[in-house]
T-cell receptor, first 114, second 115 residues
Framework: AQSVTQLGSHVSVSEGALVLLRCNYS??????LFWYVQYPNQGLQLLLK??????LVKGINGFEAEFKKSETSFHLTKPSAHMSDAAEYFC????????????FGSGTRLSIRP | EAGVAQSPRYKIIEKRQSVAFWCNPI?????LYWYQQILGQGPKLLIQ????????DSQLPKDRFSAERLKGVDSTLKIQPAKLEDSAVYLC?????????????FGQGTRLTVV
């Protein structure tokens, strides 16, 4: 069965600092991995996804993530945080079945200090 | 392109009452999902439709929750009777197909409070 673990329910960084949100996955088959962002009172928006091919994936708003099979990780980074990045971030894995089922982690709330 | 529409945005009911949520997916999207997001947790899949057929409802509490997608377009999710622990945001999402790498688009959700 597939699962994801997000390390740290809350991360706080200064504006302009590096953002690093950690995600580890468990999967018995090659995983498809996603990062979603959720702004207050909004639905989820896809930031980026990894399916196959290049392990460094670039997404919207300057975010990127690297798939590391040896570490079973898919950490999300952004070189320089902006105030508008404050939101909840969810790592997710697509379950291997006849129909896709996205399994979400518990989320990491990102706060940006001025 | 219009996004996934959900209504109502907010709902407050007393326990043991019934409630229904409505979702209109993006036009042409065959796959529709209902997720439950309890405060402080990630979304949990309740049910997944492919057109008007159910492909996964393994985590739907069928003694009180029901969902339908008549004509393979709009969908409704019903809770009867509601319990306090049903307080959550109910998210509807849709995607073009059910492939593993297909992006799911989410609505803004319905926040349910059971008192």
């Amino acid at each position: 069965a597939q699962s994801v673990t997000q390390l740290g329910s809350h991360v706080s960084v200064s504006e302009g600092a590096l953002v690093l949100l950690r995600c580890n996955y468990s999967s018995s088959v090659p995983p498809y991995l996603f990062w979603y962002v959720q702004y207050p009172n909004q639905g989820l928006q896809l930031l980026l996804k990894y399916t196959t091919g290049a392990t460094l994936v670039k997404g919207i708003n300057g975010f990127e993530a690297e798939f590391k099979k040896s570490e079973t990780s898919f950490h999300l980074t952004k070189p320089s945080a902006h105030m508008s990045d404050a939101a909840e971030y969810f790592c997710a894995v697509s379950a291997y079945s006849s129909a896709s089922k996205i399994i979400f982690g518990s989320g990491t709330r990102l706060s940006i200090r001025p | 392109e219009a996004g996934v529409a959900q209504s109502p945005r907010y709902k407050i009911i007393e326990k043991r009452q019934s409630v229904a949520f409505w979702c209109n997916p993006i036009s042409g999207h065959a796959t529709l999902y209902w997720y439950q997001q309890i405060l402080g947790q990630g979304p949990k899949l309740l049910i997944q439709f492919q057109n008007n057929g159910v492909v996964d409802d393994s985590q739907l509490p069928k003694d009180r929750f029901s969902a339908e997608r008549l004509k393979g377009v709009d969908s409704t999710l019903k809770i009867q009777p509601a319990k306090l622990e049903d307080s959550a945001v109910y998210l509807c999402a849709s995607s073009l197909s059910s492939g593993r790498n297909t992006e799911a688009f989410f609505g803004q959700g319905t926040r349910l409070t059971v008192v």
